[in-house]
């Protein structure tokens, strides 16, 4: 068992050796390996993945595990498990409310129409949701929307019921009737009009209100110290996977509709209702800002997590200036210049 | 010089492990080395505790989160005795039920309860009916199977000896068959209870709004791990206090334990 053990690494350190350098490859030091944790959200992560592009230009092995929600990113990354991983706004406020050893890195894509509160057509405005049985999955960022929403019309916790519930059951629990509403994203959201529900509000009209939720990208402390170039290097392709939609959309989305495991009109379908954003375009003031002038993604995860101590959510949240810290726009600038 | 010289009663040495483990507790979340989300000092968790007994936890107060796990695990763990004890009893009296009845319970017996509870969800709802029927079919088979196998572990002399006395086989079950069962049947009940409130957290997984089960979920997902801690310190303390409890009857109900 051992002698094969020992050809195996002897195999794969000669095969390793013999392999060429890759052309856009990092010339500094690089990890054993790189473990990305990535969710079924239509965004430029899964073209890149799809297309291989980690694999090629990083030169090292990647990991790729699926997740379901950000608590489990987040627990992940606090074990120490997951170099790299995708989070809601709201799980990167908790996260760095909480002190979890993670800068984030990039905005993965601003969320739009493709999260909504879907509800029965017999409810035509919030104040009709008094009294009412709606689901979200706490602690996502359809569950802070929803709680926004309501706080903005004043409707208290105790006037409706909120039920957590993960997406693939929200479905079920529409079906049998025994909700009123869910706020969720896609896919999940389009089965809901499907089966007769009517968008109330989305995160784009939440946008527009002060309320943005986002997807973003974080990176464990032990990677963005010891190997800063590959963090680099992984923004890059991500912005790459942008460009290439825009440029060829055809090829984009075909990529993205193989790994999402839909039609490629589906994709497109769930594409639209989030902003996707380039290296440079990321560093406006509206989100990072350039190092040293905080943008206002940071604002957005300290009021993230202010309402979330407003709420009873978590018990409290740290200063301004911890998720300017904690928002590090370093990579994304070196890694729009670099893409120039 | 007394035997027991130099050697501690066994409350003592319990409350000894107990201080050992709450100071080595203390010493490894103070030493400043683990993050508060890994470990909470006992401290901060005894502040959660009270904080959780002043103001709930999302709109629940403690007692109801605990009453609504409680009240699942009692209504289930009676359902499972009301249905286990009379199936077990046929099955253990009955070859041909048992033939019936054996292959169901033993395919799903060893199936992982949420491999098959988003079927219940879709069937029952995501009310306490799908909650209750999870934890129901959890505790069901160690009653059935207990039950059973007592019943047929019944010493054949006894039987006989109250056949040829002129016994009824009603009386034969009345007098002889269901006594000398109630022991094991005791332990399939003790089991069973053991199975449904470790399958508590899995039920109040979908659609919670109450529970601890619920609450230690919720908490996980924004890294309250005082909360966590909180919570799975009472579901110890209660299920400690159940099985207690479960024991407290059975010396009630069968005093003959251990003597036929």
Redesign the interface.
């Known amino acids: 068992m051992r002698m094969i053990r020992l050809s195996v690494l002897l195999l794969s350190v000669s095969i390793v050796a013999c392999s060429q350098p890759p052309a856009t490859g990092i010339a500094s030091a690089r990890p054993a390996r790189l473990r990305i944790g990535f969710q079924a959200i239509p965004n430029a992560e899964l073209i890149a993945k799809q297309l291989g592009w980690q694999e090629q230009t990083l030169g090292v092995p990647i990991e790729w595990r699926q997740f379901e ?1 950000g ?1 489990d990113v ?2 992940a990354i ?1 074990a120490g498990s997951l170099d790299l991983g995708l989070v809601g706004s709201s799980g990167g406020a ?2 760095l409310a ?4 993670y800068s984030v890195i990039a905005i993965h894509d601003v969320i739009g129409e493709s999260e909504a509160l879907a509800v029965r057509p017999a409810i035509h405005g919030v104040a009709d949701l008094r009294g009412k049985k709606l ?1 979200a999955p ?2 996502a960022t359809t569950h802070y929307s929803l709680l926004q929403l309501l706080e903005a019309n004043r409707i208290e ?2 006037d409706v ?6 997406p ?2 929200i479905l ?2 529409w079906i ?1 009737g ?2 009123d509403g869910a706020y969720v994203w896609q896919p999940t959201l389009q089965r809901l009009y499907d089966a007769g529900a009517t968008r109330l509000t989305s995160s784009a009209d939440m946008a527009q209100r002060g309320v943005a939720t986002f997807d973003i990208a974080v990176a464990s402390r032990e990677l963005t110290t010891k190997y800063p170039d590959v963090v680099v290097a992984y923004l890059r392709n991500l912005s790459r996977a942008v460009t290439l939609y825009r440029d060829d959309q055809p090829k984009a989305l075909d990529a993205l509709a193989k790994e999402l495991g839909v039609s490629v009109a589906q994709a497109r379908m769930q594409a639209t209702g989030l902003i996707w954003l380039t290296a440079e375009e990321q560093l406006a003031p509206a989100y990072f800002g350039q190092p040293g002038q905080p943008g206002a993604l940071a604002d957005a995860l300290k009021k993230t997590a202010d309402f ?1 101590v407003a709420q ?4 409290a949240a740290p200063e301004l200036a911890t998720f300017q810290r904690g928002a590090d726009a370093t990579f994304l600038q070196r890694a729009g210049n670099a893409s120039r | 010089m007394s035997p027991s010289r130099g050697r501690l009663p066994a409350p003592i040495l319990t409350l000894i492990t107990l201080v050992v483990l709450l100071l080595t507790w203390q010493l490894i979340a103070a030493s400043g080395r683990v993050p508060a989300y890994f470990v909470p000092t006992p401290v901060r968790t005894w502040l959660a505790f009270t904080d959780l007994v002043a103001r709930g936890y999302r709109g629940h107060s403690l007692l109801e989160h605990l009453g609504a796990s409680l009240l699942r695990v009692l209504v289930a763990f009676l359902g499972s005795a009301l249905i286990g004890i009379p199936l077990g009893l046929g099955i253990g009296a009955s070859r041909r039920l048992a033939a019936m009845i054996n292959p169901l319970i033993e395919f799903y017996r060893p199936l992982p309860p949420l491999a098959y509870y988003t079927l219940l969800v879709i069937w029952l709802g995501i009310g306490d009916a799908s909650k209750i029927a999870l934890l129901l079919l959890a505790g069901l088979p160690p009653v059935v199977i207990a039950t059973a196998s007592a019943v047929r572990g019944v010493r054949s002399d006894y039987v006989h000896g109250a056949r040829s006395l002129g016994a009824t086989r009603a009386q034969v079950f009345r007098h002889v068959i269901l006594p000398a069962s109630l022991p094991e049947i005791f332990t399939g009940l003790r089991v069973s209870i053991g199975f449904t409130y470790t399958t508590l957290v899995a039920a109040e997984m979908v659609a919670g709004v109450n529970g601890v089960g619920w609450m230690v979920l919720d908490a996980s997902k924004f890294l309250q791990s005082d909360v966590i801690f909180v919570g799975i310190i009472l579901m110890g303390v209660t299920g400690l206090g159940l099985d207690a409890a479960m024991r407290l009857i059975e010396s009630w109900a069968v005093p003959w334990r251990g003597k036929v």
């Open positions: 929600n608590r987040n627990t606090a908790t996260g909480q002190g979890l050893p689901a706490f602690g916790a105790k019921t909120l039920i957590d519930l993960a693939s059951d079920a629990a049998r025994d909700i979330l009873h959510v978590i018990r």
